[in-house]
């Protein structure tokens, strides 16, 4: 090899580590800190990318690369990505030109009441509270105290009366890193208004944090959701402790009342024996067992067959929650199924 050559490459290689440690020194991740804890599938990931430090920057979420397509032209670079439950494993990668410049990787993990392998927090892993801490850095792009127009009514039938600003989005302080939470088919009435304090307290401790049970903020809005669950003789188990945001997101959600799964995969996921369809008949004669899903609801027109057609996901007077004014299985079956024919026909 000749001498001019050899030199030319050392010369390359030495640059493209000077880049690689400049871009080390530069470039800092600020948020989130290794091992936080996550309730929600949201994650905001904050960092300093000084001016000419880097091009552009890749996050790669379990091995797989979100398509951010971050352009490395500010000093601050904030961005959000999607989580699975369980551990997350996150790269995140700065390159300026043809090299790496930067590379870290951080674990978070996302918990849930609704399973039990991702109740209990994993060693090594602990919630931080964002809102805790000053964030200097932060403040010179963002808000981080409530001002008027994020003091909201709590009860939503106010709404209709207040200033037609305050209902917009970009006059939440909130809304400029948590705006993806609202990005789903169905939106909560508060979150859709950007009414956050009506549930978050500024005074709380950690800040903006929720009271437990959720019920007792729940049932300030949905007071007639509260008189009539009371009333009644049974209760499903989340309605008996509280926990409303078990079944339902206070956001956001692709599924009609703001579940967290469509309605037949959410009841499975803690009745787990009721999955095989083995349901009601499974020990007579009929060894198939009673459909639970994918057939149309006979009663309930244009809506698909799920868990809810026969039971009250919240409160009853009737045995197992059933949503019908009976007291025995025979009657149940007979409000779908004429007695003369069998005929499954809307009553």
């Known amino acids: 090899m000749p001498v001019r050559i050899f030199f030319h490459i050392v010369i390359v290689l030495l640059i493209s580590c000077l880049n690689a440690e400049a871009g080390q020194e530069s470039i800092t991740l600020h948020y989130p800190p290794d091992g936080s804890v996550l309730e929600y599938n949201m994650l905001e990931i904050s960092m300093s990318v000084p001016a000419g430090s880097a091009d552009s920057i890749k996050v790669y979420v379990n091995d797989e690369e979100e398509p951010l397509n971050v352009i490395a032209d500010q000093e601050y670079e904030c961005f959000s990505v999607q989580l699975k439950l369980g551990v997350n494993r996150i790269n995140i990668i700065a390159v300026k030109g043809d090299y790496q410049v930067y590379k870290t990787e951080l674990k978070v993990f996302r918990r849930s009441d609704l399973a039990s392998e991702y109740i209990k927090t994993p060693d090594g892993f602990k919630k931080d509270f964002f809102h805790m801490k000053e964030w200097k850095q932060c403040a010179r792009c963002h808000i981080l105290s409530p001002i008027e127009y994020d ?197």
């Not at 106010?158 to 993806?180: E, G, I, P, R, W």
């Not at 509280?242 to 599924?255: D, F, L, M, R, V």
């Open 151 to 347: 003091r909201k009514p709590i009860s939503p039938y106010t709404f209709k009366n207040m200033d037609k600003q305050a209902l917009l989005a970009v006059t939440s302080t909130c809304y400029m890193c948590h705006n993806k939470i609202t990005a789903n088919k169905y939106v909560h009435g508060p979150a859709a208004v950007w009414s956050c304090l009506s549930c978050h307290d500024p005074e709380a401790e950690p800040k903006y944090s929720v009271k437990k049970p959720d019920a007792e903020i729940c049932y300030e809005c949905h007071t007639e959701q509260k008189k009539d669950r009371s009333l009644k003789k049974y209760s499903h188990g989340p309605v008996t402790i509280g926990k409303c945001t078990i079944c339902h997101s206070p956001h956001a959600s692709e599924n009609p009342f703001n579940l967290v799964k469509p309605t037949w995969n959410l009841c499975v996921n803690c009745h787990a024996e009721k999955a095989s369809g083995m349901h009601v008949l499974g020990d007579s004669m009929f060894k198939e067992g009673h459909p639970t899903r994918n057939r149309p609801d006979p009663v309930r027109t244009g809506k698909e067959l799920t868990c809810a057609s026969c039971h009250n996901p919240h409160a009853s007077n009737y045995p197992h929650l059933w949503a019908f004014e009976v007291e025995t299985i025979f009657d149940l079956c007979q409000k779908c199924h004429n007695k003369q024919t069998d005929d499954v026909k809307p009553n």
